[in-house]
């Protein structure tokens, strides 16, 4: 039988933590799926760490030549044979019944294009380090409605291992766009949201890790600052008309996306150490 869900994992130099990302995925209580993981050509023994455990449903897939985030996140995507599809990085956890929940709002609602869940965020070691909440409702509420309101809050979406998307919506919004560098999955949700409802689980199913090392930490901490608010000008001019944006919404956005940045940062410099 063909498993229901794809779950999918880009990997690169991430030996140090992908076994427990994996482990995570396999003792899943929901059992129906397949892991499909994409090496981008790792410097270190990512590959070796992934052959030593053997699983049935995993499928490992080493590129040829380094594809970039974008890349290889699109490639992992077309190699899903699932209806449901769920991406995480290789250094991120999904609580034991994840899968499980995420299935079962789907199926109950068809017009559902994704559903969304709560995030505990962790430092390197595994310790707590607080909560990212979705958005206020609970269960189905429109797509739209949270995409706006989260251009002059926060990105409602999170992270990839927050959401489990249909595999066909996927393929209508043609996968992550490679014109993003920071913010690719954003505009990913983005899309997806304006499809159709998006369900919420108020719940932490999944586990987020959080590092001064990581693409986002460099972009809050760094001088790419600029460069993440340039995406998120191009975002918001993107939706405009799909989310009725005035240009004084969009002069507000950017403002507010700033303010996030530069408290993100601070965040970032005082709780989380590399």
Known sequence: MNPLVSVCIPAYNNAAYIKETIDSILNQTYRNFELIICDDRSGDNTVEVIKAIKDERITLYKNEKNLGMAGNWNNCLQKCNGEFIKLICADDLLAKNCLE?????????????????????????????????????????????????????????????????????????????????????????????????????????????????????????????NDYVKEHIHLVNKFKQELNLSDRDINRSIRIRKLRNFAAGIYLKIFVRK
């Open 101 to 225: 929940q995420e299935v079962r709002a789907l199926r109950r609602n068809p017009t559902a294009v994704f559903v969304s869940s709560d995030t505990k965020l962790l430092d390197l070691d595994g310790k707590p380090k607080g909560f990212y909440k979705r958005y206020k409702t609970d269960g189905l509420t429109d797509g739209k409605k949270i995409a706006r309101a989260g251009f002059f809050v926060k990105n409602y979406f999170g992270a990839p291992l927050a959401n489990m998307f249909r595999k066909s919506a996927m393929e209508k919004a043609g996968g992550f766009d490679p014109w993003y560098t920071y913010i690719l999955d954003y505009d990913f949700w983005v899309q997806l949201a304006c499809m159709g409802d998006v369900y919420i689980i108020h719940e932490p199913l999944n586990y987020f890790r959080v590092r001064n090392d990581s693409n986002t930490g460099e972009v809050m901490l760094g001088n790419k600052a």
